[in-house]
């Protein structure tokens, strides 16, 4: 996150626009989330967009960093911003998120926890994804199950 880190340096925690991507990983009619080492709650692999980087280079490299899985092919399923997009970090950053949300069910490797920004990573049933959801994920995993599950 050097990008936004050098934009904190001049504004400090006041409120940014920040842009990036998310991936819905499935597998068996299963979602994957990661328990985020900052909040302590559950969330998608994602992160924040760095300067030249496209939203589908984000979301590869943010799933890949994050659990070391490489996303073989993304599919576009929604964008999502405003207020409830919202997000104030347990440090007192805020952003205003914009992000950019990938299905991906065709990836490889092992899954690992990074150890940094994940402490732990699990595949849930769409009928059983847990309530301790990072606000930020909330409205993408909403909109995700109201699609999937019939």
């Given at each position: 996150?050097?990008?936004i880190m050098e934009l904190r340096k001049l504004v400090g925690s006041r409120p940014l626009i920040m842009t990036?991507?998310?991936v819905l990983l499935c597998s068996n009619q299963r979602l994957l989330l990661q328990r985020r080492t900052d909040n302590g709650l559950w969330a998608l692999p994602g992160g924040s967009m760095e300067p030249g980087e496209t939203l589908e280079e984000v979301a590869k490299r943010e799933l890949f960093e994050e659990t070391g899985l490489e996303a073989r092919s993304l599919?576009?399923?929604?964008?999502?911003?405003?207020?409830?997009l919202y997000y104030k970090y347990p440090h007192g950053d805020e952003v205003y998120n914009v992000v950019s949300a990938y299905v991906c069910s065709d990836f490889a490797g092992v899954l690992k926890e990074d150890g940094i920004e994940v402490q732990e990573l699990r595949f849930f049933n769409y009928g059983e994804i847990p309530v301790e959801l990072s606000p930020p994920d909330k409205p993408v995993i909403k909109k995700f199950l109201e699609r999937v599950v019939k």
């Amino acid at each position: 996150m050097g990008y936004i880190m050098e934009l904190r340096k001049l504004v400090g925690s006041r409120p940014l626009i920040m842009t990036g991507a998310c991936v819905l990983l499935c597998s068996n009619q299963r979602l994957l989330l990661q328990r985020r080492t900052d909040n302590g709650l559950w969330a998608l692999p994602g992160g924040s967009m760095e300067p030249g980087e496209t939203l589908e280079e984000v979301a590869k490299r943010e799933l890949f960093e994050e659990t070391g899985l490489e996303a073989r092919s993304l599919e576009l399923f929604h964008m999502f911003s405003g207020k409830e997009l919202y997000y104030k970090y347990p440090h007192g950053d805020e952003v205003y998120n914009v992000v950019s949300a990938y299905v991906c069910s065709d990836f490889a490797g092992v899954l690992k926890e990074d150890g940094i920004e994940v402490q732990e990573l699990r595949f849930f049933n769409y009928g059983e994804i847990p309530v301790e959801l990072s606000p930020p994920d909330k409205p993408v995993i909403k909109k995700f199950l109201e699609r999937v599950v019939k």
